[in-house]
């Protein structure tokens, strides 16, 4: 079984700061892609940030220079550092990765079980 458990969620002020991480575990040779989506109440899911596993990160324009995605490959876990917190930051943040379960195979999309993000005014 192949999971994606992300942690690091919570309440926080705005103007504050959080750090999400995302562990993926189980039958997997390797992962391309890796980042994080979100989802506020009553939208549509939007990517945060992703990076690749060249190192290249796409963010969202709302929060570029606030937020930083990081990963470790060899642990297969993805960081968001979460600064400057806003009240439009909560939502819902959802791990995601394209993983890829056995050498040659075709890769395919995973996602974690989300994780409450919540900044107060």
């Known amino acids: 079984q192949v999971q994606l458990v992300e942690s690091g969620g919570g309440l926080v002020q705005a103007g504050g700061s959080l750090r999400l991480s995302c562990v993926a575990s189980?039958?997997?040779?390797?992962?391309?892609?890796m980042g994080w989506y979100r989802q506020a109440s009553g939208k549509q899911r939007e990517l945060v940030a992703i990076l690749n596993s060249g190192g290249i990160s796409t963010y969202q324009d709302s929060v570029k220079g606030r937020f930083r995605i990081s990963r470790d490959n060899a642990k297969n876990t993805v960081y968001l550092q979460m600064n400057m917190l806003e009240p439009e930051d909560t939502a819902v943040y959802y791990c995601?990765?394209?993983?890829?379960?056995?050498?040659?195979?075709?890769?395919?999309?995973?996602w974690g079980q989300g994780t409450q993000v919540t900044v107060s005014s």
């Open positions: 189980g039958n997997i040779f390797s992962i391309n892609d």
């Open positions: 995601y990765g394209r993983l890829v379960p056995r050498r040659w195979s075709a890769s395919y999309d995973h």
